[in-house]
């Protein structure tokens, strides 16, 4: 793995895009530092740029670059729900690259459950842009094979099982505690 890593690593650095199984489906990502890469993302999905993208991680260390700290008591609440399928939306830090953000002033963030996503966090040793696997208002894909066949060669696909939920993450709002997505 240690090679693969680096292999993928290398990949990333140079704008490559990647996708692997979370929670729900498979998920779209690419270093969330590099801007070539975020706009191929967003090329290739077909994606509306002012939606801005979540970010993934196994720990919140990796986040914690693209977010304003957040108080003890809301990285406490954070916490309870991770590692797991919730995203919590946070004011972004103020190098949060736009592309990330949608142009708005927070970021959508979360320390996934998922443990080919974490382990593959934990081996970049970053945090990573993800958004579902597919073309924007398409169905997302459940698969290695389905992600080979929506996107061939422009994808590096990390083969392995989504998990059991069969909705997106849950989105809440940290500010106000409102859930934008159940």
Known sequence: MKGEAADLRAHLRRGG????????CYGLGCDPRNLRALKRLIQLKGRDAAKGLL???DH???LQPFMKPPSTADRTRMQRSWPGPVTWV???????PPLLTGGRPTIAVRVTAHPVAARLCRSLGMALVSTSANKSGQKPAQTAAECRRMF???????????GQR???????????GTVLRP
């Open 90 to 96: 946070v004011p972004a830090a103020s190098a949060c």
């Open 152 to 162: 061939g060669a422009q994808v590096r696909v990390i083969a392995g099982r989504i």
């Open 55 to 57: 970010l993934i991680a």
């Open 166 to 176: 069969r909705r997106p993450s849950t989105l809440i709002d940290l500010a106000t």
């Open 60 to 62: 919140i260390k990796r």
């Open 17 to 24: 895009l990647v996708a692997y199984p979370t929670e729900s």
